[in-house]
């Protein structure tokens, strides 16, 4: 039997911060065809809410530690102000989408990553069967279009705060069994590229033979190799291809153009 086409879809703070970008790219969100999710995270708003409120955002090496201060600012931007504003910009297009955490129907399970050199506070790790694809798949089925944001619960009534990307990966690979998945993130840069510093250098395709040719080279390196070796962990676990590009070309997508990087076996 043919499976239906999904897209998985995650977008960055470059995106959640400017309401020009975003605007753009929800409306080429909504022109998608066919069953779509979306995942996003929380840009710079938490961490300028957490300042007005005299909290002081913490980060090591670009991570946030989650005190439950910090807790209670994320759930209030991430599931409040950016999740439903973005919920009603897609009504708005004409995508009858709800917002959701995923404590919501219990549709991400998470657990509180544990303290090593570092305590990262309520920071969840999506481990073996976080993710519910039955009652996600329900939601699509019954014509919905999910918006998850950067949180989890533990089921024992905690919510977590957890990574966007590693989200947006997990809920493609639970779902590559009832659909044919495609993952995407969508950020600053046109895809992976030859020359970081040069926007006409994408590298179109790659596949794990090119991916470990570009590493020698030390072309890919430092903060894409994890992304990159998450992407193609996805594609083996049953996602079809996995594509990283540029917000402002999601459209492409619509007229089967293609667009920033695709990676595939």
């Not at 779902?175 to 590298?203: A, P, R």
Request: glycine share 10%.
């Amino acid at each position: 039997m043919l499976m239906q086409a999904l897209h998985v879809i995650k977008i960055g703070g470059n995106v959640i911060d400017n309401s020009e970008n975003l605007h753009r790219f929800l409306k080429d969100f909504t022109a998608l065809e066919g069953h779509k999710i979306l995942v996003h995270g929380g840009g710079k708003v938490a961490t300028q809410i957490s300042e007005s409120m005299g909290i002081e955002a913490k980060m090591i090496d670009g991570r946030r530690i989650t005190d439950i201060d910090t807790l209670r600012v994320v759930t209030m931007v991430y599931a409040g102000l950016i999740n439903k504003n973005v919920v009603a910009q897609l009504q708005r297009y004409g995508a009858n989408a709800i917002g959701l955490t995923g404590a919501d129907g219990n549709m991400i399970h998470a657990r509180k990553r544990p303290v090593k050199t570092i305590d990262y506070g309520f920071v969840g790790d999506i481990v073996e069967n976080s993710i519910n694809p039955e009652n996600i798949a329900k939601l699509l089925d019954a014509g919905f279009t999910p918006v998850f944001c950067a949180l989890t619960h533990d089921g024992e009534g905690q919510l977590l705060n957890t990574n966007a990307d590693t989200i947006a990966s997990a809920v493609a690979v639970a779902l590559s069994e009832h659909y044919e998945t495609t993952l995407v993130y969508c950020f600053e840069k046109k895809g992976v590229l030859h020359d970081i510093n040069d926007d006409d250098s994408l590298i179109r395709e790659i596949n794990p033979e090119h991916y470990l040719k570009l590493k020698e080279e030390q072309i890919i390196h430092s903060g894409m190799i994890p992304k990159l070796d998450n992407a193609f962990a996805a594609i083996s676990c049953g996602v079809k291809a996995v594509i990283i590009g540029h917000s402002d070309d999601l459209g492409q997508l619509k007229g089967n153009t293609a667009f920033g990087t695709r990676l595939s076996n």
